[in-house]
């Protein structure tokens, strides 16, 4: 496990002069990082560094798209579920979450002994997967609540977890700081993906694992029938990626891509009619082995892309 703050602050940089680097100040009830080099605090509260950078207030202006993202999942999510899930949910449904975290990660073999930050973590679920992989966590959120949220998981589900607020497209790390990078379905979210991956591929040490919507016939079809959405909750446009712009973006910056494909998935936040009744003892194993059938006739037409990739 990284403890907060000792090892934390080995791979820390001060987002907002990116070169400095950072100290904990402990003045009893009030601790904050500050940078050594301009001095700009960041504020630690119940055990969550705040690490936006000093460029727009907070890391982001009331309206703005990153105002919009903050604000959604700091007070739109159900805190409760995000927390959980995919724990408590029905069968069919957590074997579709299980079986897609699987895939992010599968041709990297062993991560035990690895250290990952999750970018774009939102309540830590990923975060928990690598952790349960052996993997020493750090997860990261714009959100102040769903960062808090991934220390509550950490909490109940007794996986060691670090967390922390930042911001994905200027990370507070240094250069090569952690072993994998990780975002899953969180680049997506940002107003420029390339500028996500970039500073993933920046921090990565050995690999990063990109997961998320893929640009793709399937997708557009899913939208025009409600399935899938073109704005999400937050208010934002979704914006989804190709295999060939994330592994060129990968490659282009000393990686070697080991995965790249397209799958076919689809499932509602939150379990539907269908996956519950999926998730039936008489019926889920078939439905299980049906998704596994499909998705190996139509992989390469599928609405979601992964791609894993390791430095050269």
């Known amino acids: ?42 504020p630690v509260t119940d055990g969550v560094a705040s690490l936006l950078p000093h460029l727009t207030g907070d890391g982001g202006l009331p309206g703005d798209h990153k105002g919009r993202q903050s604000a959604f999942f700091d007070e739109g999510a ?7 899930r995919p724990h408590g949910t029905v069968a069919f449904h957590r074997f579709l979450i299980s079986e897609k975290l699987r895939r992010s990660v599968a041709a990297l073999g062993s991560l035990a002994g690895r250290s990952a930050l999750v970018v774009c973590g939102g309540s830590g679920m990923e975060a928990e997967f690598l952790a349960r992989a052996d993997a020493s966590v750090i997860t990261s959120d714009l959100s102040r609540g769903a960062a808090g949220r991934a220390l509550e998981r950490a909490r109940r589900y007794g996986v060691p977890l670090v967390s922390v607020v930042a911001d994905a497209e200027r990370l507070p790390f240094k250069d090569g700081a952690v072993d994998l990078v990780y975002v899953h379905d969180g680049l997506h979210h940002l107003e420029e993906p390339s500028t996500g991956l970039a500073e993933m591929a920046r921090v990565a040490g050995w ?19 409600g399935l899938a959405l073109e704005q999400e909750e937050a208010g934002n446009r979704v914006a989804r990626l190709t295999l060939e712009e994330v592994a060129r973006g990968l490659e282009g910056r000393g990686f070697r891509v080991v995965t790249a494909r397209r799958y076919a998935m689809f499932y509602r936040h939150r379990a539907g009619p ?30 979601k892309l992964v791609v894993q990739a390791v430095r050269v």
């Open 1 to 42: 496990m990284l403890e907060f703050p000792a090892q934390l602050l080995n791979l820390t940089a001060c987002p907002t002069c990116l070169a400095g680097e950072l100290a904990f100040l402990d003045q009893g009830r009030e601790k904050q990082l500050e940078c050594r080099t301009c001095a700009a605090g960041y």
């Open 274 to 303: 269908v996956a519950r009744l999926l998730s039936k003892p008489p019926l889920f194993p078939a439905a299980r082995a049906g998704y596994l059938a499909l998705d190996a006739a139509i992989a390469r037409l599928g609405n």
């Open 207 to 225: 690999a990063v694992s990109v997961t998320e919507p893929a640009l793709a016939a399937a997708t557009a079809l899913a939208v025009r029938a």
């Open 78 to 84: 159900g805190p409760e579920y995000e927390t959980t």
